[in-house]
């Protein structure tokens, strides 16, 4: 059974930082790939951050890119999302996905929610002015 158990998060001012953590545990191997997405009260979960199983390939929406930076650290199978200069508008939760690629398709990223196979338990963000 593969887990995803995220951390981090938490309240800020705007402009200031916070990494987001996601450990990924059970039968995955290192052939995944990640995804990051946020849900703002009342709205539909959007797509943040993507990255290939390889971590050759990263995507970013238009709003974070310059901001925010996807990462892996293999050998603790764990994913991370670096948010810098926060503004209220990226207030969230914020949700870490994984998709088992295998070993042929590792140097694609998935901006789509319906592409992953699993999802962590989402961590708040909350950035005031």
């Known amino acids: 059974q593969v887990r995803l158990v995220q951390s981090g998060g938490g309240s800020v001012q705007a402009g200031d930082s916070l990494r987001l953590s996601c450990v990924v545990s059970?039968?995955?191997?290192?052939?995944?790939?990640t995804g990051w997405f946020r849900q703002a009260p009342g709205k539909e979960r959007e797509f943040v951050a993507a990255?290939?199983?390889?971590?050759?390939?990263?995507a970013y929406t238009d709003s974070v890119k310059g901001r925010f930076t996807i990462s892996r650290d293999s050998a603790e199978n764990t994913d991370y999302l670096q948010l810098t200069v926060l503004k209220p508008e990226d207030t969230a939760v914020y949700y870490c996905?994984?998709?088992?690629?295998?070993?042929?398709?590792?140097?694609?990223?998935?901006?789509?929610?319906?592409?992953?196979?699993?999802w962590g338990q989402g961590t708040q963000v909350t950035v005031s002015s």
């Open positions: 059970g039968r995955t191997s290192n052939s995944y790939a």
């Open positions: 990255m290939s199983s390889n971590t050759r390939k990263t």
């Open positions: 996905a994984a998709k088992n690629t295998g070993p042929f398709n590792t140097n694609f990223y998935y901006p789509g929610r319906a592409e992953y196979d699993y």
